[in-house]
C-alpha cells in the first residue's frame, strides 16, 4: 500500500524507516508549507504535526478523500467538525491521544483502578505526566483522556491533575491513588517514539478500506 506521511520531523523519519515492515511504500512526504495535493495517490495518510496545522490538514485529506490516521494532539476540540468532514468525503479517520499500544491498555488499567476505588472514600487521586520542552499542549492529550476514563468509571472526587516539560523525554504518564494506609501507583514510561510509530502504522493498514471515524482503541480491542 501506499503511505503519505504529513508532517515530516522526526517522527515522519521514524515511520519511513518502519513502513515497509508494515507492507508500506511511503508515496509521499508532506513537509510544513507543502501543498498536499501530493497525496491525492495514497491509500492512506498518516499526519503528524503542530495543533495548529492538524485541523486543516485533516479537513484537506478528507476532502481529497485519503484516509488517514492523526497523531498529532491539542486540536481535539474541533473534532466534530472535523468528523463532519470526513464523513462528506466518504474517507476514514482513525485519531488518538496517543498511538502507544502500551498506553492504550494502560488507560483501561487506570480506569479498573478508578472504578474499584469510586467508592472507598479514604483514596484522593492525582494524574501527573512530563513530557520534553517542544510539546506545546500541557496537561498531554493523552492525561485529558486518562482523566477521563476515571470519570466515566464512576470516580467523582477531585483528582489532581499537573503536567512538566522539561529536555528530551519521551513522555511519561502517571496515575496514583492515595490513602492514609496506602498508596497506588500506576506508571506508563515511553523510552522512544518508536511505540507510537508502530501503533500508527498498525491503525494504517486497518483503515484501509473502510469509512468513518474511529479512535485507535478500537483498532485494538473492538468498539
Known amino acids: 500500500m501506499k503511505l503519505a506521511l504529513v508532517g515530516y520531523g522526526k517522527m515522519g523519519r521514524m515511520l519511513e524507516g518502519l513502513a515497509p ?9 508532506i513537509d510544513a508549507g507543502d501543498e498536499l495535493s501530493g497525496v491525492s495517490g495514497a491509500d492512506v495518510a498518516i499526519e503528524f504535526t503542530q495543533p495548529e496545522a492538524a485541523v486543516g490538514n485533516l479537513l484537506r485529506l478528507a476532502e481529497l478523500g485519503v484516509p488517514t490516521v492523526c497523531g498529532t494532539t491539542g486540536w481535539f476540540s474541533e473534532l466534530d467538525r472535523v468528523s463532519q468532514a470526513v464523513e462528506r468525503g466518504g474517507s476514514a479517520l482513525v485519531w488518538s491521544p496517543n498511538f502507544s499500544i502500551g498506553v492504550n491498555v494502560f488507560m483501561r488499567v487506570a480506569a479498573e483502578a478508578a472504578r474499584l476505588l469510586a467508592d472507598e472514600k479514604q483514596y484522593g487521586a492525582w494524574a501527573w ?31 489532581d491533575v499537573s503536567s512538566n516539560r522539561a529536555g528530551m523525554h519521551p513522555g511519561t504518564h502517571e496515575i496514583g491513588f492515595d490513602s492514609a494506609a496506602d498508596t497506588i501507583t500506576l506508571r506508563h514510561a515511553a523510552r522512544s517514539r518508536e511505540g507510537f510509530a508502530r501503533g500508527a502504522l498498525k491503525a494504517a493498514r486497518w483503515i484501509h478500506g473502510k469509512r468513518g471515524v474511529f479512535e485507535f482503541s478500537e483498532v485494538l480491542f473492538g468498539r
Open 21 to 29: 515492515e508494515a507492507g508500506f511504500e511511503v508515496s509521499a512526504r
Open 129 to 159: 505526566e512530563i513530557h520534553h520542552d517542544a510539546k506545546k499542549d500541557a496537561p498531554s492529550g493523552t492525561l485529558l483522556k486518562l482523566v477521563e476514563g476515571m470519570r466515566a468509571a464512576g470516580y467523582a472526587r477531585s483528582i
